[in-house]
């Protein structure tokens, strides 16, 4: 039986998976959605269960970076997302995302956190209109601890820069990407693919996908390979 565990990313929330979850499970596919609980949600971390079958990690952006290395291990094939081992670039690029980090950091719990939210929001789903993805239930409110919880993953994205403890160098891994992200810098998507190497059985780019990858169309993507393994 294959079994599914997706990871949202900054900012996510685990209905974020409801359409994917939905159509997985019309094919058997058990599938648990961690929910990091970013705004007034309870976390929630799920497990593998013992059926014999493969494991199959999907994770969005800063997703892969927060999965317990316990559950990574234990992946047979992922699915990466938009991700990145380093989210902060070298050079001038970096010097730029990470004055925008500490920007965002600083804006939490003050006036400044609603729009900046709602910037992170814009960019993330461009080049698609922001009337194509509901509103985020963060900006509805936020809990102090979904606050915490906030801060301390942006630090995670200043400070990544490789692979996450507990990679299984021997699962079979689609990266699917965006030509048009306006989140994650070419130069991370890239850094990425030279890290795993010969690992990465396939790549597939949308010259018209930004960050938010989390669609339709990319379902059908994520399905063929899934059929496959």
Not at 63 to 89: D, K, M, N, R
Not at 95 to 108: D, N, Y
Request: aromatic share 6%; hydrophobic share 40%; with cysteine.
């Amino acid at each position: 039986m294959t079994q599914i565990l997706a990871v949202h990313g900054w900012a996510g929330h685990a209905e974020q998976w409801t359409s994917w979850r939905r159509v997985m499970e019309q094919r058997q596919w058990p599938m648990q959605v961690v929910e990091r609980g970013y705004g007034t949600s309870t976390p929630t971390l799920p497990s593998w269960t013992d059926a014999v079958g493969p494991r199959v990690v999907i994770a969005h952006s800063l997703g892969l970076h927060v999965l317990p290395s316990a559950l990574l291990q234990e992946a047979t094939a992922l699915v990466l997302l938009g991700c990145f081992t380093a989210f902060v670039p070298e050079g001038r690029n970096g010097r730029s995302t990470q004055a925008g980090l500490k920007g965002m950091r600083a804006a939490l719990g003050s006036e400044g956190e609603g729009p900046m939210l709602e910037r992170f929001f814009q960019r993330a789903i461009q080049p698609l209109p922001r009337s194509s993805c509901p509103p985020s239930p963060l900006l509805k409110g936020i809990s102090p601890e979904g606050r915490q919880r906030l801060d301390d993953d942006l630090i995670v994205l200043e400070t990544c820069r490789a692979l996450p403890q507990g990679w299984p160098d021997k699962a079979r891994v689609l990266v699917i990407q965006g030509e048009q992200d306006a989140v994650v810098h070419p130069s991370s998507h890239q850094q990425l693919l030279d890290q795993l190497g010969s690992q990465v059985e396939r790549v597939h780019r949308g010259p018209e996908w930004g960050h938010a990858l989390i669609t339709t169309v990319v379902l059908a993507v994520v399905e063929r390979w899934i059929e496959s393994l």
